[in-house]
């Protein structure tokens, strides 16, 4: 009996427990539109996903309700404009440019994984 008893609790405390967990934020590629440019907290184009039209030099403020200061791992820019990604809150540190169009799913893979700090067009 105790052992029962036992783990019905067990049971009980895992159901509240999994109640408590909200789904992880996802995005997609579908989701940024033409004219902005995109970035998502996971590689492969996944997780918090911001999409902006102007510069942003403090990215400790947040976009679509998150803060993206050095969690960025994807982007895509597609606007007709190159725009700059810095290590750096107010435009400095390291730059790195995209062209129109141009995206990349790790930013890891080039030395840009949770590294970017403000971005604007160049």
Same mark, same amino acid.
């Given at each position: 009996m105790r052992l029962r008893t036992l $783990?019905?609790?067990?049971a009980a405390a895992l159901g509240i427990a999994m109640l408590g !967990? $909200?789904?992880?934020?996802?995005?997609?590629m579908a989701q940024c539109t033409v004219?902005? !440019?995109? +970035?998502?907290?996971d590689g492969g184009f996944q997780g918090h996903f911001g999409a902006v039209? +102007?510069?942003?030099?403090d990215l400790r403020t947040a976009i679509n309700g998150f803060v993206f200061q050095d969690r960025i791992s994807s982007v895509w820019n597609r606007t007709g404009h190159i725009w700059c990604t810095?290590?750096?809150?107010?435009?400095?540190g390291g730059v790195h440019s995209w062209n129109p169009n141009e995206s990349q799913?790790?930013?890891g893979g080039i030395g840009w994984g949770d590294t970017i700090s403000s971005l604007k067009p160049c």
């Open positions: $783990a019905l609790s067990l !967990f $909200a789904p992880t934020a996802s995005a997609t004219g902005h !440019f995109c +970035v998502w907290e039209t +102007v510069g942003h030099p810095y290590k750096d809150i107010n435009y400095n799913s790790h930013l």
